[in-house]
């Protein structure tokens, strides 16, 4: 399926028809509680601030990293609340897709992510919601795995880690996805994108196989919860203060290769990294002795605390799109001595160049 990436990503993944019932047309159920004027218009907010860099400004999608778009009625039908809910809280490891709950680092309050939530249904222009059940797929994993890689890996890739569209192979968002939710975007697409309606060229029968495949790629995967670190304070934000400046070469101006970045740090450089990424991810892995400073940022809240005369190296996950964001409007403000990091931190992992993680909470 060139597009069943279209389906499951940052909280795209969807299904409707259950083990031995393929209901092509589930019941419908009420919509969810109708926001305040008030609510609503936090709501639009934090979508602009928050997601639209991704998403876009119009949740149409696609704008950076693969995100998917947010206007779609039947993943909106299907996934409200709690598959969109549960990525918008806690994200999706190993993506460029961070957790935005409180609890786990992110900016917003339970009763934000609950409003936002519903926010994105209203505004897609869904009436109902499909009545998606919890049962599991009866399926042949391994005639699914010979249909995904006839059909879907031009766009998932071989892992299902995605290429030119979501990463339907990541462990997390299978663990907080429903089987039926799963089949369902399998089964009926995603309007106004690429991911067709496989229902209308894969049996029913290939559609479950397809669905036991994907499932099987969740099995073991457990949810740890990281112990939340102190966030560095202005004086830690310099590393190796008493090094010399690095003197990089830039590609375009602008971007700084993770080599020239490793021997920079391995030689005792001084600097200042930003981790640009929303801070529940910092929380999770980041570069050492990097400063976490959201794309969402108001900077001029924080730039009395950044020096000028310091070379600051800004990175993400996308791999680029947050980190120049901030680096442009620190530019903009009198920061010449400024960097991205070309392959950002993934690019930086593939390397095999070191991270710091965080501790796991005790459970």
């Known amino acids: 399926m060139q597009n069943l990436a279209r389906v499951m990503a940052v909280a795209t993944l969807m299904l409707v028809a259950g083990g031995t019932t393929h209901a092509q047309e589930r019941g419908t159920i009420e919509p969810p509680r109708k926001l305040t004027e008030e609510q609503a218009r936090v709501a639009a907010s934090n979508y602009q601030r928050y997601c639209a860099l991704c998403h876009g400004e119009d949740r149409q999608g696609y704008v950076n990293d693969h995100a998917p778009s947010l206007r779609s009625k039947s993943l909106m039908r299907t996934g409200v609340p709690h598959e969109v809910l549960r990525a918008l809280s806690y994200g999706r490891e190993g993506t460029a897709m961070g957790g935005y709950l409180g609890e786990v680092g992110g900016p917003l309050t339970l009763d934000e992510t609950w409003d936002l939530t519903y926010w994105l249904f209203w505004q897609s222009g869904a009436e109902d919601r499909v009545d998606i059940q919890k049962d599991m797929i009866e399926g042949d994993a391994a005639r699914g ?82 112990a939340l670190k102190p966030l560095p304070t202005p004086d830690q934000y310099v590393i190796n203060k008493d090094g010399e400046d690095p003197d990089f070469e830039l590609r375009d101006g602008m ?35 990097s400063v976490p400073l959201p794309y969402y940022t108001k900077l001029d809240d924080v730039v009395r605390d950044l020096p000028k005369d310091v070379q600051i190296v800004a990175y993400c996950s996308c791999p680029r799109a947050a980190a120049e964001h901030v680096v442009n409007q620190l530019r903009r403000r009198g920061y010449t001595r400024t960097a991205v990091l070309y392959e950002g931190i993934f690019g930086w992992m593939n390397m095999g160049y070191p991270v710091a993680r965080g501790e796991l909470a005790p459970s």
Not at 159 to 166: D, N, R, S
Not at 201 to 210: G, W
């Open 145 to 226: 795995e010979v249909l995904f890689r006839e059909n879907c890996t031009s766009c998932h890739g071989d892992e299902g880690q995605g290429v030119t569209a979501p990463a339907i192979g990541n462990r997390s968002a299978l663990a907080h996805n429903s089987d039926e939710f799963i089949r369902y975007a399998i089964a009926n697409g995603r309007e106004d994108t690429p991911m067709v309606a496989w229902k209308d060229i894969l049996s029913p029968q290939n559609i479950d196989d397809l669905t036991a495949f994907l499932r099987g790629r969740a099995d073991g995967w457990k949810a740890q919860k990281v």
């Open 255 to 289: 971007h700084v290769s993770s080599k020239d970045l490793l021997a920079a740090l391995q030689a005792g450089k001084r600097m200042v990294l930003l981790d640009t990424r929303v801070v529940s991810v910092w929380q999770r892995v980041h570069i050492e002795g």
